[in-house]
């Protein structure tokens, strides 16, 4: 009987050297002559012929499904394609017995050498492609998770960098002047608190040139100070062209953090006055 999935492999080997002592009986007894080809055929050839086929037909099926999948074969998969196609080699190799012997007509040595041909050339040649295909997919999903991960952990560490740089400008004397002034609706010294908040930023903005906006909302969500960078240029925004962004979800939700949290709004394109900036820009916010 041929070796069955999930056997323990002892049974696997004594089941392989079996089917090896009854090839070698099976090459002893070859038929010399035309009388003794057909006992050996019903014996022999036939049932191999019908193994062949069934377990081939698995194996293509196995092949078919996960190319349906668009998925590489998973190591389950080759499992059991290697253990069906050690039943069909085996099949197979009682078949080509009958090649060159005597007791084999012409027309059964040409039919057996256009099987072959087939067989062993076309669909192995065929097999072979798919599960290179099949590899330099897994290899490319396997390159491609790497780099998700390395590009997941550079992210992380941006992201905790410009946390940091966030806490620090948010501890400034003049950030903290600006906002206790703006609390308690003092005016007497809030020009200066300005000022001093937009130094800051404009030095902020000059050492860290990836941050697009830099800005201080009061509780309303009205930008009091901004600066917007754009390579090399750093444009200080005051009077009419700072904007309420009261209506922001990312102003919303930032609103119930305890001190020293930080909110990280979801990925989306940047909006002014209400449109979506063009060209459009990815932006995010802290």
Not at 208 to 217: D, T
Not at 269 to 284: A, C, D, K, S, Y
Request: glycine share 4%; charged share 25%; with cysteine.
């Amino acid at each position: 009987m041929p070796g069955c999935a999930g056997l323990p492999p002892t049974i696997d080997i004594a089941t392989a050297n079996i089917r090896y002592e009854f090839n070698l009986r099976d090459i002893a007894f070859l038929p010399q002559n035309r009388k003794g080809q057909i006992p050996y055929l019903n014996r022999v050839l036939r049932p191999n012929i019908i193994k062949l086929r069934e377990f081939a037909g698995l194996e293509r099926a196995l092949v078919a499904n996960t190319i349906a999948r668009g998925t590489p074969f998973s190591h389950e998969t080759m499992t059991k394609i290697k253990h069906y196609r050690s039943i069909v080699e085996q099949s197979l190799s009682q078949i080509l017995l009958l090649k060159g012997q005597p007791s084999t007509s012409k027309e059964m040595e040409q039919a057996i050498m256009d099987f072959e041909q087939e067989f062993t050339e076309s669909f192995q040649e065929l097999r072979e492609k798919v599960f290179v295909a099949s590899q330099t997919q897994e290899d490319a999903i396997k390159a491609a998770s790497i780099q998700i991960i390395e590009k997941k952990a550079t992210l992380k560490n941006y992201l905790a960098g410009i946390s940091n740089h966030l806490l620090n400008v948010s501890h400034h004397s003049s950030v903290i002047g600006l906002g206790k002034a703006l609390l308690e609706n003092d005016n007497t010294f809030l020009p200066e608190w300005l000022q001093a908040v937009e130094t800051l930023f404009k030095h902020f903005s000059q050492l860290h040139r990836k941050h697009y906006k830099v800005r201080f909302l009061d509780n309303s969500g009205q930008e009091r100070v901004r600066l917007d960078s754009d390579d090399n240029f750093i444009k200080v925004v005051r009077g009419k062209e700072l904007q309420n962004k009261s209506h922001r979800y990312y102003f919303q939700n930032s609103q119930n953090l305890l001190p020293r949290e930080i909110y990280l709004s979801p990925l989306d394109l940047n909006i002014e006055h209400g449109q979506i900036e063009v060209p459009f820009r990815p932006t995010f916010r802290l």
